[in-house]
C-alpha cells in the first residue's frame, strides 16, 4: 500500500480563475488491512488551499501607525534636549534632562487614556483636553529655548515637531474611534459601570479580608474577643430580626412538652390580641392544662390574690406553714394555687442544685419577690435556700451580665526603671 504524494481529483477542489491556491501536506489517519489484520496508520496527503488576498488596508494602517511612533520617538528626543538644555542652566544635567522628559510624557499619556476611552466621547474629553494643555506647555517651553539662545525661527521650528508628533495621533485616533449609536453607547456605559463595581468591590473584600486575616495573626484571642463583640451589630443592621413562630406553625406535641409559662409566652407573642381567658382556652387545646389566672401571672396582668378562691382559714400545718405568694402574712393560700402549679412545672425533672431552682422559679415567675422564692423552695425541700441566698444568687446573675472592666496597669512605686 503506497501513499499518494499529490491529491486526487476528489480531493482537490477546481481552481477558480483569479484565485491563487498553494499545496499544504497534511496526515489523516486510515484503516490498513494486512494478513486480515486491520490496523490504524497514518497516511500523508496533499491539499490545495487558496490564499487570500493581500490587505493593503491593514499594511497601510500599520504604516501610518509606525510612522506616528517614530515621529513621537524623535519628539521626545528634541524636546527633551531643548528643554533639557534650558533647565541646564540652572541645575545638573541629570535633573534638567530628567525634568525636560516631563513635558512630553505628559501628552504621550493623555493619548494612552484617550486611546482606551475611544468608545465613549464624554469620558475621553478630558484627557484630551489635558493633553493640549501639556503640549502647549512643551511647545512653549521648546520656543522659549531658542528665543534665549538668540535663534526665535530654531525655537518655533523644534516646537512644530511635538505639534506634528501630536497632530499624526489625532489622525490615527479619529481613524479607530468610531461613532456609536446612542444604543450601542448605553449598552457600553452599563456593562462597564457593571465591571467596575465588581472590581471594586472585589478589591476591597480582599483589603478586608486580608487586614482581618492580619489582626486576627498579631492579635490572637484579643482579635476574636473584639470580633465577637461588634459582630452582633452589624448583623442586627444589616439582617432583620426574625419574626416569632406562629402557634398555628408549632405542633401539639411541641406544646405539650414546654413549660406552662413557656407556652403561655409564645401564644401571646404571635396573638397578643387574645384575652387572658381566650388565650387559656387555646392553650388547652394544644394539652396545656391552664386556667386564665396563670396566664395573667405570666404576662402579669393581675395579682394572684385578685381572683383567687374565696378565703377561708387554712387547716393548721404540722410543719413548715405554706408560702404565700402576693399574698399578706394574715391571708392563707387556697389550696390549688396556681402559683404552687407553675412552680412545681418548673422544678419537676432533673435534679437541681439550690441556685438552678432559684433562676428557674424567678425566671417562671419575674413577679416574685425573694421572700417568696425563698418560701416557694423551703416547702418543696430546698431548706438552705433563705431570704438572702436568693438575693445573692440574683446579684451573681446580675453581675455576669456586665461586661468586664479593663484591667488597669499596676503603679510602679520605685518608678519605671527600678
Known amino acids: 500500500m503506497k501513499n499518494r504524494s499529490h491529491p486526487s481529483a476528489a480531493e482537490t477542489p477546481p481552481p477558480i480563475p483569479g484565485v491563487r491556491y498553494r499545496l499544504e501536506e497534511r496526515t489523516r489517519t486510515v484503516t490498513t488491512v494486512i494478513n486480515g489484520e486491520p490496523r490504524e496508520t497514518p497516511e500523508t496527503y496533499h491539499v490545495y488551499v487558496p490564499v487570500p488576498p493581500r490587505d493593503f488596508d491593514r499594511a497601510l ?197 414546654m413549660i406552662p409559662t413557656k407556652a403561655i409566652r409564645v401564644v401571646h407573642e404571635s396573638r397578643p390580641d387574645l384575652t387572658p381567658a381566650e388565650l387559656a382556652d387555646v392553650l388547652r387545646q394544644y394539652g396545656q392544662n391552664v386556667t386564665e389566672l396563670d396566664v395573667e401571672l405570666v404576662l402579669g396582668v393581675a395579682r394572684p390574690t385578685e381572683n383567687a378562691a374565696p378565703r377561708t382559714p387554712a387547716a393548721p400545718q404540722p410543719k413548715t406553714p405554706a408560702p404565700r405568694a402576693f399574698a399578706d402574712a394574715d391571708e392563707p393560700q387556697p389550696a390549688n394555687d396556681p402559683v404552687d402549679r407553675i412552680v412545681d412545672d418548673v422544678l419537676a425533672g432533673a435534679e437541681l442544685t439550690a441556685a438552678d431552682a432559684v433562676r428557674r422559679v424567678r425566671d417562671a415567675l419575674p413577679r416574685l419577690t425573694s421572700t417568696q422564692i425563698a418560701a416557694q423552695l423551703t416547702r418543696r425541700g430546698f431548706d438552705t435556700v433563705t431570704d438572702g441566698y436568693v438575693r445573692t444568687v440574683n446579684s451573681r446573675d446580675r453581675s455576669k451580665t456586665k461586661p468586664a472592666e479593663p484591667a488597669r496597669p499596676r503603679p510602679e512605686p520605685h518608678g519605671p526603671y527600678l
Open 61 to 257: 494602517l500599520v504604516g501610518v501607525t509606525s510612522v506616528a511612533v517614530a515621529v513621537t520617538a524623535l519628539s521626545v528626543a528634541w524636546s527633551t534636549a531643548s528643554i533639557g538644555d534650558l533647565l541646564g542652566t540652572v541645575v545638573i544635567s541629570v535633573i534638567a534632562y530628567g525634568a525636560a522628559a516631563v513635558f512630553d510624557a505628559a501628552w504621550i499619556t493623555c493619548i494612552a487614556i484617550e486611546w482606551l476611552d475611544r468608545y465613549d466621547q464624554a469620558r475621553a474629553k478630558g484627557a484630551r483636553t489635558a493633553g493640549g494643555w501639556a503640549l502647549a506647555v512643551a511647545v512653549a517651553a521648546i520656543v522659549a529655548h531658542g528665543w534665549i539662545r538668540g535663534s526665535f525661527v530654531i525655537g518655533c521650528v523644534g516646537g512644530a515637531v511635538s505639534l506634528i508628533a501630536k497632530g499624526l495621533w489625532v489622525v490615527v485616533m479619529r481613524h479607530f474611534a468610531v461613532p456609536l449609536g446612542e444604543g450601542p453607547r448605553a449598552w457600553l456605559r452599563q456593562r462597564r459601570e457593571e465591571i467596575a463595581a465588581e472590581r471594586a468591590i472585589s478589591a476591597e473584600v480582599q483589603r478586608l479580608d486580608g487586614a482581618r486575616a492580619y489582626h486576627a495573626a498579631v492579635y490572637g484571642s484579643t482579635a476574636a474577643t473584639a470580633q465577637q463583640l461588634v459582630a452582633p451589630q452589624g448583623r442586627s443592621e444589616d439582617k432583620p430580626r426574625s419574626a416569632p413562630r406562629e402557634a398555628g406553625e408549632l405542633l401539639a406535641s411541641e406544646f405539650a412538652d
